[in-house]
């Protein structure tokens, strides 16, 4: 490709070359090469026309405000079995379409016939507060900021405790420990302490095959030659290798360490979990030690261990005396108008650490102010040095970090050791404090009556516009590209210049669409445009081949990659829900519905943690698939609408039953998918699929009305200033605006922005959302009012619209 500055619209071919494939671990290194059929697919496809999305001007020098922007249904096939045109409408001002609820499948509400309630979402970071709630059900707050002095938790030593070897296990042993454990448990731990510290003799294998105990510590432990192996294993030489590869291992397990253990029931309190470690500890003198084990995704606390004292774990390279050593730092990040990512590059580079060493359950919106917890793979690093260093305590004064807001929107807090680390998924869900101004409705009956819809009714539990990513260039349409194998098209759509950018991020595209200049385009692209660059620099290691598309997309970060195509699972999954509603109402199941075959318990999230490996090296822990049911006339009694599901497409999910699954077979191949096949040679990119339910329940739901008159001034306060004394909340009696502010928890993956239009009635996107806001009565209070630049305000609404997947990152 030429890295010329002049203009043109010839694009040469390119040869296709013959190259092998490389590993996944090496895709974000350098570039993949490829099979002969994934280079045939590429010659389809190439070359890649970067003038495609721009049609210059005929005279004059091009420049990025003379180009007029490709006007192109970019919306999948499927949209018209929504009952929607097939291209949808273009705007009056001749840009392109800008992406509603409608095109993602959001149609429905639960509380049909209620008068719409106008308000404005996110005016102030204020009005939008998130705090993370733990496995343990505590909500995550802000508590302290001063400087922390815990100290690390070492071994006390075991003091000697006489007992009557003719009543090794008194009767009043099994009286206390029944106080704080079940009775099998009782017998459990019994059973470990009459074993005695030493446990039992390993297995070997005799010379005549049979097993037999080992004598005891004095037996010789020399390698066992193939000669003397069962004949099962002499039969090759291949066998007798494989036998003598066991036989090596089972003599380094004669030296096993003691594996023996005893785990407790869950216990959700920190201070009934403080009082089991003492009431062991005071027992058993010492003689039995126990420690916390990690919270397990699915159960409400964390179960205490039971060993022998000094009884190391299987691998462990750490001596007894330091079983009590906490490798993790934790801490309570609260962030305001940042990204979860970017908060933790920056946290990283404060620590000087690598970042996969920061793990975080679930990432938080952008736009508002968020609390979550931070897991630090410490090293040698003490909570003091973790404090001193995100405060820059080198650089500012103790004054300065105590009485001034942290720096770049971050303030770090409650920072102590812990011996558990974090990893996505490990959350009970969020709760929120949300405050709509400027709010618009018929009478305070009206918002009284749709608030109590909402506690009593849920919510129907759509993925929100933020999975959709910003207006013209929807994430499912990119997704779709990449589902159908269409390369070409998913790198075009990621590259393509679209309106409402920041102007370096605009100047970028032009470089690199209608320029052809890829120097330029890498020069002027803002880091934080993740996808884009990632797609020139790879761009750039070929020197400026075109050809290779796929090692170009396998160059994105892999969450931001799959975003694309879970964008497009969550857009049927709305879809689907709509239709189901919109036919059969929510007054309960009906036959064909799908639900899981056992219930799940109550705040547990209905999908587990996907993935091949969390952040640091760390293996998420993923749970059993549940199994399903398709609902009978005999089981509608059994179950209700908080109990329907519907899956996200994929190869290991079953579709609704009926006339219902049907539609979702047409849906996908309106698309030009397989219904029943999502594996794709990229392994990366196939599906297996998930379950969602279609309603939620939202828990501790509340609200007030306010007034005020200045839309600067605060209605909500964050931890933070509370315990700086800076901005406290101040409403107005007499106020000219009314104020709507609501508290409510959500279960992981669902939107609060999904449970608001239930209140509101009223488009969520951020095209909507900008023109309320503009529009708004009280902004002429503050001296803005209808003078501020729509399409300025829309560009930086879009650069702010969340992170996601979460990306899961969504545990969804």
């Known amino acids: 490709m030429s890295t010329s500055a002049e203009p043109t619209n010839d694009v040469s071919l390119v040869r296709p070359r013959d ?93 049909k016939g209620l008068s719409q309630i106008n308000g404005i979402i996110k005016q102030r970071f204020t009005d939008f507060m998130v705090y993370e709630i733990d496995m343990t059900h505590n909500v995550t707050h802000v508590k302290s900021i001063e400087r922390p002095t815990a100290t ?86 291949a066998k007798r290798q494989q036998g003598r590869k066991d036989a090596r291992k089972g003599n380094k397990e004669q030296k096993a360490v003691d594996n023996r253990q005893v785990l407790s029931d869950p216990i959700t309190s920190k201070e009934q979990r403080s009082q089991f470690h003492k009431t ?33 774990s ?71 040095d973790v404090w001193d260093r995100i405060n820059q305590a080198g650089r500012r004064t103790l004054t300065q970090i105590l009485e001034e807001r942290g720096e770049r929107g971050v303030r770090v807090s409650d920072i102590d050791y812990r011996k558990g680390f974090l990893q996505l998924g490990m959350l009970k869900g969020n709760e929120f404090l949300i405050t709509l101004r400027n709010v618009k409705a018929a009478s305070i009956e009206v918002i009284n009556e749709s608030m109590n819809i909402l506690k009593t009714k849920g919510f129907i539990n759509y993925y929100g516009m933020q999975r959709f990513g910003t207006a013209s260039i929807p994430t499912h349409a ?12 998913a790198v075009d759509l990621i590259l393509r210049p679209r309106p409402g950018e920041a102007p370096e991020i605009q100047e970028a595209r032009f470089a690199w669409s209608a320029e052809k200049n890829l120097e330029k385009a890498l020069a002027l692209m803002p880091r934080r445009v ?17 050809r290779n598309l ?56 209905d999908h587990a ?45 079953a579709y609704p039953g009926g006339e219902l699954g049907e539609l979702y077979r047409e849906f996908l191949k309106l698309d030009g998918l397989d219904p029943s096949n999502f594996n794709r040679k990229q392994r990366e990119y196939s599906l297996a699929g998930s379950y969602r339910k279609i309603v939620h329940l939202p828990k501790h739901v509340s609200w007030e009305t306010m007034h005020y008159t200045d839309p600067e001034i605060p209605l909500a306060q964050s931890d933070e200033d509370k315990l700086l004394g800076l901005d406290p909340p101040q409403t107005d009696e007499d106020g000219r605006f009314l104020a709507l502010q609501i508290r409510l928890q959500l279960g992981t993956a669902c939107y609060a922005t999904m449970a608001l239009r239930e209140v509101t009635k009223v488009d969520t996107s951020t095209h909507t959302q900008t023109m309320l806001t503009v529009a708004s009565e009280d902004q002429q209070y503050r001296g803005v009012g209808f003078t501020e630049d729509p399409e300025l305000m829309e560009t930086e609404m879009a650069e702010e619209v969340a992170d996601e997947e979460s990306v899961v990152a969504e545990i969804s």
């Open 609 to 653: 943690p996907t993935g091949r490996g969390g952040r640091g090296g760390y293996k998420p822990q993923r749970r059993p698939p549940r199994k399903v049911k398709v609902l009978s006339w005999e089981d509608l009694a059994n179950y209700t609408i908080f109990d329907v599901l519907m899956p996200l497409p994929g190869t290991d999910v």
């Open 280 to 312: 062991m500890r005071d027992l058993f003198g010492g003689k039995l030690d126990t420690f916390t084990d990690d919270v397990k995704p699915g159960e409400p606390g964390a179960r205490i261990v039971i060993k022998w004292a000094g009884a190391g």
């Open 550 to 605: 796929i090692g170009a997309l396998s160059s994105i970060p892999r969450n931001l990659r799959m975003m694309y195509v879970h964008a497009y699972q969550s857009y049927v999954w709305n879809a689907i829900v709509s239709e189901r509603i919109k036919r059969y109402g929510l007054d309960g199941p009906i036959v064909g519905d799908i639900v899981y075959e056992e219930k799940i318990s109550d705040g547990e999230s």
């Open 530 to 546: 993740v996808a884009e660059r990632c797609l020139l620099e790879s761009f750039k290691r070929m020197n400026g081949d075109t």
């Open 19 to 111: 190259e092998e494939d490389v590993g996944d671990d090496e895709r974000l290194l350098k570039r993949p090469k490829l099979t002969d059929e994934e280079a045939e697919i590429m010659t389809e496809n190439a070359p890649l026309d970067l003038t495609m999305t721009v049609d210059a001007h005929t005279s004059g020098t091009l420049t990025p405000s003379s180009y007029t922007y490709k006007q192109e249904n970019l919306l999948p096939p499927s949209r018209k079995l929504l009952g929607l045109p097939p291209a949808p409408e273009f705007p009056p001002d001749g840009l392109m379409h800008r992406t509603l609820e409608v095109d993602v499948g959001i149609s429905q509400y639960i509380g």
């Open 478 to 489: 990119i997704g779709l590209a990449i589902l159908q194998s269409d390369w070409a098209k």
């Open 152 to 237: 690390l938790v070492s071994a006390p030593s075991p003091p000697i405790v006489k007992v009557d070897s003719s009543e090794p296990w008194p009767s009043s042993f099994d009286e206390v420990l029944t106080g704080i454990l079940s009775k099998e448990k009782v017998e459990a731990v019994k059973a470990l302490f009459l074993e005695g510290p030493t446990p039992p003799a390993p297995k070997t294998v005799s010379r005549a095959g049979s097993p037999k105990a080992s004598p005891g510590p004095s037996t010789s432990t020399a390698p066992i030659s193939g000669d003397s192996l069962p004949v099962e294993f002499t039969g090759t030489k």
């Open 314 to 384: 299987k691998g462990s390279r750490r001596a007894a005396n330091d079983r009590d050593h906490q490798p993790y730092i934790h801490f309570t990040l609260q962030k305001t108008n940042r990204d979860t990512s970017d908060v933790l590059a920056y946290l990283a580079r404060m620590l000087k650490v690598d970042g996969k060493l920061l793990t975080t359950a679930g990432t938080k919106d952008k736009r508002g102010v968020t609390c979550q917890r931070v897991c630090l793979k410490r090293g040698r690093m003490t909570v003091e």
